[in-house]
């Protein structure tokens, strides 16, 4: 099971671009790389999948590098409501045995 | 679509006592997980069911700790006896084969 590296917190202000990074040396070539978003008082909730490239959707974006050993979720323009802990994970989605390591994550705080 | 139902949403015991949670994932979803979440550990996994089998129960902290998935849209974590060290939001989560996993409300639950 692949393990990620991400950076335990961030902060940023309003209207500005966030970048979060996350590691995964050891990933698979059958493994995705998923990213997860965890308000306060709530379950995680699922924001973006991809296996390389890129991969935009109305929340994000996410960057996948040639080697697959890092990637980037992109967020534009975040606002206060996007003050959340962001999770970066690594697995073979199609496999039965489908479990994910959520880690730590890292917590986001936006400011005014 | 009513999303992963949990109850119940807070549940307070004494040292001792047994706890049931209890878990109604989304209908047709074939994969049902049970997590724990702490601030020192993060989010864990406890066990996950794939078509209402256990596949894999090596998050389960100890005997104490015991799940069961009698049926596709029904799955119970047993806590007993329970300990404060216990106390932490449990959340259970459903996936449909190769796709995101959609987390409930969560659980959260104090022990004394």
Redesign the interface.
Known sequence: LAKTTQPISMDSYEGQEVNITCSHNNIATNDYI?WYQ?FP??????II?GYKTKVTNEVASLFIPADRKSSTLSLPRVSLSDTAVY?CLVGD??S??????????TQLTVWP | DAGVIQSPRHEVTEMGQEVTLRCKPISGHNSLFWYRQTMMRGLELLIYFNNNVPIDDSGMPEDRFSAKMPNASFSTLKIQPSEPRDSAVYFCASRLQGYEQYFGPGTRLTVT
């Open positions: 998923t965890q008082s709530q379950g995680p909730r699922f999948q999770y989605r199609g039965t045995l489908g479990r994910l390591y959520f880690g730590r994550g």
